[in-house]
């Protein structure tokens, strides 16, 4: 028994090892696929959702090097104007290197956005009516993972309320904008882990029950649903809408996840040898929000910068169109 158990762990430390190993001296950028030419988002506006940390930040980058303006929608602002700094600096350093190619990089912008309230969420779209002439891209890519059980300020769980409802709202408020700068984008993020989930619409705010990792599920689920009906919805007005899942990325997402102390070290390892860097989990958010090649693509689901099926409770019309009228009325949309 102990030999075994020694073998497996002698086993699981070598595999870890030996892809630690590959994966430092592997080509790492065959993995960055997403990005585009320098100045392909000159002119174009990007609105990113908690683009202060992880997936967020590393699309903020690379949007800002192609020239856009970006938006970078944050509840704190002081980590995003931090997060800001920051990028505008590591943007300055590679400048600084020649670089022939080097084109015009475009400018970033912090506004502040609680999607954990419905009252920020509409205070943040007024003002973005009044001081932006135009967004092209928007990308909801904020999001809460497997949190103790919390309600937004207006009664919802967290995770359904901020994942799925504060961007069903944002998205709903921005839609003439993004209609009169069309052709434009909306880029959703969402999680392979969906799979887990369901829309129980009988306690969309786990009043009843609360699974910490279900309701992270069901709302990655609603932004597929979402997605499909909205794509439904825009169709014949040049804005399209997509979903992605970025795969398992060393981020701040796990930060309700308590990992012991003496397992650290060895998660540590598991993470970097298994786990995508910000910018490799980025690059399918990249490439949505910017990239020719999908042009006029609408209502589709993709990983690494390619479209993946979906299981056929993600493509349920019926309650992608109940979970949409339903959303309206949590929010507050009056028809
Ligand atoms: N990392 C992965 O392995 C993975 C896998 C599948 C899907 N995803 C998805 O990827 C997206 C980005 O996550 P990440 O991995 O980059 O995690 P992250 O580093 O924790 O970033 C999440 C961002 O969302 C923001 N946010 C959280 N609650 C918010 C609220 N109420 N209002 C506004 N912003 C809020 C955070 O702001 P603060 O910094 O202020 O907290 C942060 O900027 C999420 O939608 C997540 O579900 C991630
Ligand atoms: C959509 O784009 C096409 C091609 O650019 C254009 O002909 C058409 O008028 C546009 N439709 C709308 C509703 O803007």
């Known amino acids: 028994m102990a030999v075994a158990t020694a073998a497996a762990l002698l086993a699981a430390l070598g595999g870890a090892l030996w892809l630690a190993a590959r994966r430092f001296v592997g080509p790492r950028v065959q993995r960055l696929h997403g990005g585009g030419a320098l100045g392909l988002m000159h002119g174009k506006t990007v609105l990113i959702t908690g683009a202060n940390s992880g997936l967020g930040r ?13 938006i970078m929608g944050c509840r704190d602002r002081v980590r995003a104007e931090e997060a800001a700094g920051q990028l505008r600096r590591e943007l300055q350093a590679g400048e600084s290197r020649p670089d022939p190619g080097a084109g015009e990089a475009g400018e970033l912008v912090v506004r502040e956005l609680d999607l954990a309230s419905l009252r920020s969420v509409r205070a943040f779209c007024q ?24 309600k937004t300020e207006d ?18 408020l921005l839609l003439g904008l993004l209609k009169s700068s069309a052709p434009s984008r909306i880029v959703v993020v969402s999680s392979k882990l969906y799979k887990y989930g369901d ?18 599920s069901r709302s990655k689920l609603a932004n597929i649903l979402f997605t499909r009906e ?21 981020t701040n997402l796990g930060r309700h996840i308590h990992i012991p102390l003496l397992v650290k070290p060895l998660f540590n390892l598991v993470s970097w040898a298994f786990f995508k860097s910000p ?10 929000a910017s990239s020719p090649k999908v042009e ?17 409770k993600a493509m349920d019309e019926s309650v992608a169109r109940k979970l949409w009228d339903i959303s309206e009325v949590m929010v507050g949309i009056l028809k």
């Open 127 to 150: 003002e973005m009516l009044q001081e932006e002439p135009r967004l092209d891209v928007l990308i909801n890519n904020a999001g809460i993972f497997q949190c103790p059980y919390t």
């Open 279 to 288: 910018v490799e989990g980025a690059q399918t958010s990249i490439y949505l």
């Open 230 to 250: 909205l794509a439904r919805r825009l169709e014949g007005t040049n804005v399209t809408v997509n979903v992605l899942h970025p795969g398992i990325t060393r």
């Open 296 to 312: 006029g693509v609408s209502g589709r689901y993709f990983g690494d910068c390619k479209e993946e099926e979906l299981l056929p």
């Open 58 to 70: 590393a699309t903020a980058a690379e949007l800002l090097r192609l020239g856009a303006r970006v």
């Open 155 to 172: 009664g919802f769980e967290m995770q359904f309320g901020v994942n799925h409802l504060g961007h069903f709202l944002l998205t709903n």
């Open 199 to 216: 829309i129980n619409f009988e306690d969309l705010n786990s009043e009843h029950s609360y699974d910490k990792s279900f309701c992270y």
